[in-house]
């Protein structure tokens, strides 16, 4: 079973740093790019960014809102994908998905996303 | 980047009617969308890719159509299981940008 497992989510204040992981398992972690989506409270859904898998070069591209603060990596041998997100603002205030992504032809860099994690809650506020 | 619209922002439903939601994209996109259901507290569910193909396990009374820059997600008969929000999302482009939800709410 495919599981998807955020951790590191919580309170932080405007201008700080908060680094969210994500545990996968029940399938092959170092075939798939790795997706974060976030919501805001009320709103609709944003992806964030992705990191392709290392066959495919691991390719990272975000969202404009958050290029320059944020970095997606990950570590195969551990099954985790992270997000750092620094220099943080409280329109970042959301629930963060960690996601992954299937590709539907080889080369493309867009992803249609199949499993979700139950998602992370930061909240920046002073 | 791609914008997606979708139509209505809510829609009130009763059991055993049949919806449709629409999703428009600012250019073509050939059929690469996917629609997603979101329940509160949940994580979202992937319901079709490539704009008509069921996943497995999701119920048959779900459908999905279009191509290019129209696309619809249509239950055929709403069981009490799918009062939800609905997204829909392109992957024609790596911007992967959503539609901003339909709420189907039990009238």
């Known amino acids: 079973e495919v599981q998807l497992v955020e951790s590191g989510g919580g309170l932080v204040q405007p201008g700080r740093s908060l680094r969210l992981s994500c545990a996968a398992s029940?399938?092959?972690?170092?075939?798939?790019?790795m997706n974060w989506v976030r919501q805001a409270p009320g709103k609709g859904l944003e992806w964030v960014g992705f990191?392709?898998?290392?066959?495919?070069?691991?390719?990272?591209e975000y969202a404009a809102s958050v290029k320059g603060r944020f970095t997606v990596s990950r570590d195969d041998s551990k099954s985790v994908a992270y997000l750092q997100m620094n220099s943080l603002k409280t329109e970042d205030t959301a629930v963060y998905y960690c996601?992954?992504?299937?590709?539907?032809?080889?080369?493309?860099?867009?992803?249609?996303?199949?499993?979700w994690g139950q998602g992370a809650m930061v909240t920046v506020s002073s | 980047d791609i914008q997606m619209t979708q139509s209505p922002s809510t829609l009130s439903a009763s059991v055993g009617d049949r919806v449709t939601i629409t999703c428009r994209a600012s250019?073509?996109?050939?059929?690469?969308l996917a629609w997603y259901q979101h329940k509160p507290g949940k994580a979202p569910k992937l319901l079709i890719s490539?704009?008509?193909s069921l996943e497995s396990g999701v119920p048959s009374r779900f459908s999905g159509s279009g191509s290019g820059t129209e696309f619809t997600l249509t239950i055929s008969s709403l069981q009490p299981d799918d009062f939800a929000t609905y997204y829909c999302?392109?992957?024609?482009?790596?911007?992967?940008?959503f539609g901003q939800g339909t709420k189907l709410e039990i009238k």
């Open positions: 490539k704009a008509s």
């Open positions: 029940g399938f092959t972690f170092g075939d798939y790019a």
């Open positions: 990191i392709k898998s290392k066959t495919d070069g691991e390719t990272i």
């Open positions: 999302q392109q992957y024609n482009s790596y911007s992967h940008t």
């Open positions: 250019q073509s996109i050939s059929r690469w």
């Open positions: 996601i992954r992504g299937r590709r539907p032809y080889a080369g493309t860099s867009a992803y249609y996303f199949d499993y």
